[in-house]
Nanobody
Framework: QVQLVESGGGLVQAGASLRLSCAAS????????MGWFRQAPGKEREFVGS????????YYADFVKGRFTISRDNAKNTVYLQMHSLKPEDTAVYYC???????????????WGQGTQVTVSS
């Protein structure tokens, strides 16, 4: 069982940067690929990006390429989502998830955090 807790969300102005963190419990964190998803009001939860267990492979949704970066520190059981050049359309609840592969589908992940709100004002 893995428990995930996101932090770092908040209210920022367009163009700002924000770093989200996701802390995981358990001793086998490096075995899990980690993903970030987001859900805006009235919309489906969508894939943002993912990272392999060893941190060597990262994948991103087209709409965040060049602006967001995923990283992880397995010694700290933490995965990060660094976000730059934020736009109002990035406003959403951001979730981290853990699974066997660094996929883009929600059902590829077994564990989910509660989410952290990111609001970008124009």
């Amino acid at each position: 069982q893995v428990q995930l807790v996101e932090s770092g969300g908040g209210l920022v102005q367009a163009g700002a940067s924000l770093r989200l963190s996701c802390a995981a419990s358990g001793r086998t964190f490096s075995r899990y690929a980690m993903g970030w998803f987001r859900q805006a009001p009235g919309k489906e939860r969508e894939f943002v990006g993912s990272i392999s267990g060893n941190g060597r492979m990262m994948y991103y949704a087209d709409f965040v390429k060049g602006r967001f970066t995923i990283s992880r520190d397995n010694a700290k059981n933490t995965v990060y989502l660094q976000m730059h050049s934020l736009k109002p359309e990035d406003t959403a609840v951001y979730y981290c998830a853990g699974g066997g592969i660094a996929g883009a589908k929600r059902d590829e992940y077994d564990y989910w955090g509660q989410g952290t709100q990111v609001t970008v004002s124009s």
